[in-house]
């Protein structure tokens, strides 16, 4: 069975690091980590909630020290990436969780950029770089790496918002996401993962972000949703993360179809592949004979995820027409 092809639009390049990975960069690089091996490290993979999971990414973090560190992560991500029928990626990446361990932006964006540079023909995927902010950290921290990341001319072609969601609204942002604007800079922001409905409210409104980050509590407000239908809002799903972070209790209660159902745009994406069980390739295996997802359905969100990328109307008519031929080989 062919491998449907797709665009990943919501995927943190930190939560690519393989255990494997983990333990090589530590080697090479000096690092004591606190597990005997990969086996032990994989035992901390079970999360109760978002912050749960924060705690290990960022302290998985500590290998990565320099700029061939980051390329060789991305390379990793693409190259698994490639087999899970990922066509375009729009990556994001947390410069302050490195920043705050006194590695240089230099680094770990020119690290990142220098392995998407030849992924088009080394993977035959197209990549964008997003640059994330965390949103539990102060906003003039925030608002001062974009400006660094501007004054470097950073290849980057937009900004996002994750980290811990609840008590730290979108509005806190305005100053930072005014910026961007200014600067031509997309905007996106995770909202409705663990917070409720009012922060995709705010980060349509108050933020004016053309995609939403997981915005599956979107489900509890019906307005909200009518809206998000009528304009047809992309919202980044990732149905592997929100049962690791017990967003949802099992993937079954996944309101994926729900959302489908209700004509909105979603797209499956894989988050944290390394933390959650898998790449996008995965989610769609057991989506697929657990919600009786149709090729026409399976075509739909992969759809969803090609008009929702920020790509030139060519390659996005590429992209679909790779989808149409799956669909017709099918
Ligand atoms: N950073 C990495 N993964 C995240 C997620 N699922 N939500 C918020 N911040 C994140
Ligand atoms: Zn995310």
Not at 57 to 69: I, K, P
């Amino acid at each position: 069975m062919s491998v449907l092809p797709t665009a990943e639009l919501h995927l943190h390049i930190e939560g690519t690091l393989e255990p494997e990975l983990i333990f090589a960069l530590a080697d090479r690089n000096g690092i004591e980590l606190p597990y005997a091996d990969v086996e032990a490290l994989r035992l901390q993979y079970r999360f109760t909630d978002l912050q749960s999971f924060l705690d290990l990414y960022y302290s998985n973090m500590a290998v990565l020290r320099t700029e061939r560190d980051f390329a060789d992560m991305t390379r990793a991500y693409l190259t698994r990436a490639a087999a899970a029928g990922i066509r375009h990626a729009e990556i994001m990446m947390d410069p302050q969780a490195h920043l705050s361990r006194g590695i240089s932006l230099a680094t770990c964006v020119n690290g990142v950029a220098s392995a998407l540079a030849h992924s088009e023909e080394e993977f035959g995927i197209s990549t964008e770089l997003i640059s994330a902010f965390l949103r539990d950290e102060p906003a003039e921290e925030a608002l001062a790496v974009l400006e660094e990341l501007l004054a470097m001319n950073a290849p980057i072609i937009g900004i996002g918002l994750d980290s811990a969601e609840v008590g730290h609204p979108p509005s806190k942002f305005t100053g930072v996401f005014e910026r961007a604007h200014e600067a031509g800079l997309k905007c996106i922001a995770h909202a409705g993962e663990e917070g409720p409905p009012e922060y995709i409210w705010e980060a349509l409104d108050v933020l004016k972000v053309s995609r939403i980050d997981h915005g599956i509590r979107c489900m509890e407000d019906e307005e909200l949703v009518e809206r998000l239908a009528a304009e047809q809002t992309p919202l980044t799903v990732c149905p592997f993360s929100n049962v690791r972070l017990r967003a949802v209790d099992t993937l079954a209660d996944h309101p994926l179809p729900r959302m489908l159902e209700r004509g909105l745009n979603v797209s499956v994406n894989s988050d944290d592949p390394a933390y959650f069980g898998g790449y996008v390739d995965d989610n769609f295996a057991e989506l697929r004979p657990l919600f009786g997802l149709t090729d026409n359905q399976l075509r739909q969100l992969a759809e969803n995820s090609v008009r929702s990328a920020f790509v030139t109307d060519a390659r996005r008519r590429e992209l679909l027409a790779e989808i149409a031929a799956w669909h017709s080989g099918r």
